[in-house]
């Protein structure tokens, strides 16, 4: 597509139940990033996928936190047994290669009751 | 490891005024540097980058960044200043793992 794009655009869960995440990259795009951002807060690195392999998992909070990608697309970043900690706005961003820069999509904003 | 420092969380300025943004970076070699634009609602949009080169790198938008490696800083700057401008800016500095690390932001806002 011509942005990457991300569903839903919110996403208003009860604390406990399991949320997933969608990011759609610009075709032709083997990278592939997942980043939190909270309220007042900067971007905090969650994963990194090349292809679908996942290099670097470091950022990812807890184990109830996942992420999968099919081939060089979609990608779903999946919170099970959500807290209210959880809540912010989930951004994805996809790259040709790394040294390029990134172009985000718009991100999700979770919000859990 | 790599770390960001933009000091200024907050800043004000009047509609056609100039405006420098700080970042400073911490890191042991020459990084990779950009900065970042988020407009209310909408996703990070890549305004400038630095690899190497000349030190003084042109973007969009108008804006344009300076790569100090003596100060380690990547000071955002622009002219003049439009409304439009009014939003959150990110720096980030990376290397070559791909990841870079992020500010914390500093919010712009602009008076008319």
């Known amino acids: 597509g011509a942005g990457v794009s991300q569903s839903p655009s919110n996403k208003v869960t009860e604390k406990g139940k399991d949320v997933e995440l969608r990011c759609d990259p610009i075709s032709g795009h083997t990278a592939l990033y997942w980043y939190r951002q909270r309220l007042g807060q900067g971007l905090e690195f969650l994963i990194y996928?090349?292809?679908?392999?996942?290099?670097?998992k470091s950022g990812l909070p807890s184990d109830r936190f996942s992420a999968e990608r099919t081939g060089e697309s979609v990608s779903t970043l999946t919170i099970q047994r959500t807290q209210q900690e959880d809540s912010a706005v989930y951004l994805c961003?996809?790259?040709?290669?790394?040294?390029?820069?990134?172009?985000f999509g718009s991100g999700t904003r979770l919000t859990v009751v | 490891a790599q770390s960001v420092t933009q000091p200024d969380i907050h800043i004000t300025v009047s509609e056609g005024a100039s405006l420098e943004l700080r970042c400073n970076y911490s890191?042991?070699?020459?990084?990779?540097l950009f900065w970042y634009v988020q407009s209310p609602g909408q996703g990070l949009q890549l305004l400038l980058k630095y690899f190497s080169g000349d030190t003084l790198v042109q973007g969009i938008k108008g804006f344009e960044a300076e790569f100090k490696r003596s100060q380690s800083s990547f000071n955002l700057r622009k002219p003049s200043v439009h409304w439009s401008d009014a939003a959150e800016y990110f720096c980030a500095v990376g290397e070559r793992s791909y990841i870079p690390t992020f500010g914390r932001g500093t919010s712009l806002i602009v008076h008319p």
């Open positions: 996928f090349q292809g679908n392999s996942a290099p670097d």
């Open positions: 890191y042991g070699a020459t990084p990779y």
């Open positions: 961003a996809s790259s040709p290669t790394g040294y390029n820069g990134y172009t």
